[in-house]
């Protein structure tokens, strides 16, 4: 264990022995995975986003046309797409393979009403990951929801390189210029999520919704929190990596190298 060194202060050394009492006693939150299903009838949509949001680790959003599901899924950060074939606007053929131009690695599920063996090919060929034909038993749903998470998490990289700071997304563990940081669970996906978006702002918002999962929390909550991270990060960081966009939220980012000389 290397994090007593770390412990500089008594408040310090409590907030580490915190954590390690909530990390033997298993994560007390998880982080919320985001879910796009394009579906255009309206009964079985509810009837997914409700089994998905059940699972508690999901939480889906849905759109009834291919269009809507495009702009949505080009605005939004999503683990995994499900995606009806037969679709008012802009069939699923047509959003897949829009994505995929658009270099949109997102997991797609397809769901199609039909068995035919072109359809799954046609499917595949153009970049689905998986699909599913109507009608499906929810946890068969379930299944292969999960094995696509997992293996879109084995695909990407697990550590993160930005700047001095490492983060190992399987062991949620991060070493900053050769020192690991001890972080609660929270502080943790609060760092990961402003990983995820290197180099953007990332609001108030979009960290409630995924560190705190639509608990009550309210934004001096999150300022709390990145004020701690800050100083933890930035205890062993020879560069500041947090910056407060005045109005708008949060961003990780490098210095430019002009700016590090
Ligand atoms: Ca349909």
């Known amino acids: 264990m290397s994090w007593l060194p770390l412990a500089n202060n008594a408040a310090e050394w409590r907030t580490s022995a915190a954590h390690l009492l909530t990390s033997s006693m298993g994560a007390p939150y998880t982080i919320v995975m985001r879910i796009l299903l ?19 680790i999901y939480s889906v959003e849905t759109a009834a046309d291919g269009v809507t599901g495009l702009r949505l899924a080009s605005e939004g950060e999503f683990a995994l ?10 069939d699923g053929w047509r959003v897949c393979e829009e994505l995929r131009a658009r270099r949109d690695a997102t997991p797609v599920l397809m769901l199609t009403a039909r068995d035919a063996v072109r359809d799954r090919v046609r499917g595949l060929d153009i970049g689905a990951d998986d699909y599913l034909t109507k009608p499906f038993d929810f946890e068969e749903l379930l299944a292969r929801v999960r094995a696509l998470l997992r293996r879109d998490k084995k695909n990407k990289s697990r550590v993160m390189h930005i700047a001095h700071l490492e983060i190992d997304t399987g062991e949620h563990r991060v070493v ?37 999962n639509n608990e009550e929390c309210s934004s001096n909550t999150v300022d709390v ?37």
């Open 81 to 90: 797409i499900i995606l009806d074939i037969m679709l008012p606007k802009l």
């Open 225 to 261: 929190y990145v004020s701690a991270l800050r100083r933890k990060i930035e205890a062993c960081s020879p560069v500041r990596l947090i910056h407060t966009v005045y109005g708008l939220g949060y961003s990780l980012k490098p210095p430019l190298a002009e700016e590090t000389t």
């Open 176 to 212: 900053c210029a050769g020192q690991e940081v001890m972080l609660t669970p929270r502080e943790y996906a609060l760092l990961e999520t402003l990983a995820m978006h290197e180099g953007r702002i990332v609001s108030r918002d979009t960290i409630q919704y995924r560190v705190w």
């Open 38 to 56: 394009i579906e255009d009838e309206e009964a079985i949509r509810e009837v997914i986003k409700r089994g998905l949001e059940e699972e508690r």
